[in-house]
């Protein structure tokens, strides 16, 4: 019995082991989406763990008629699929404002938001990751009052 119960203890061991990755412990990079109009994101990860991380993604857009800014931050879980491919899962909101001219006046709003976020990536040899992830947020306030979902392609250099 004792021996069998270290067999266990051994091959449950093991199984855990194989099953751990490798995630960078900084990615910097671009997540090119719609991002409610803001196109693209400039997007930093940092590993908490072995298999935690941390995204930060600022959007901005600046014109003659209106300026716009979106931060996010995602707590993420990263599990392995096969040989380079993780995918991974996540929570977390963020803070959008908008200041300019609509049809008849000048806005000028503020909007918070709660967003998940679903996604796969690809971890080359080289310090590239390239990922494909969907994002549906739901935003509190007037700027963004409502449900929107983004599909974005991140495209990061790990250090």
Do not use: C, H
């Amino acid at each position: 019995m004792k021996k069998l119960f270290l067999l266990s203890v051994a091959v449950l061991g093991f199984a855990f082991t194989s099953n751990a990755q490798d995630i960078s412990e900084n990615a910097i990079g671009l997540r090119l989406g719609d991002s409610d109009g803001l196109g693209a994101e400039v997007s930093y990860q940092r590993a908490l763990g072995d298999n935690n991380r941390l995204e930060a993604d600022l959007g901005w857009r600046s014109s003659n008629d209106y300026n716009a800014f979106k931060l996010t931050g995602i707590y993420q879980w990263v599990m392995p699929l096969d040989g380079n491919f993780n995918w991974f899962v996540g929570a977390g909101g963020g803070l959008a404002s908008f200041d300019g001219k609509d049809a008849f006046d000048d806005v000028s709003e503020t909007a918070l938001f709660v967003a998940g976020d679903i996604g796969i990536e690809y971890n080359f040899d080289i310090p590239l990751l390239l990922s494909l992830d969907f994002r549906p947020e739901l935003g509190f306030g007037d700027f963004s009052d409502d449900l929107d979902f983004d599909i974005a392609l991140g495209i990061r250099y790990q250090f």
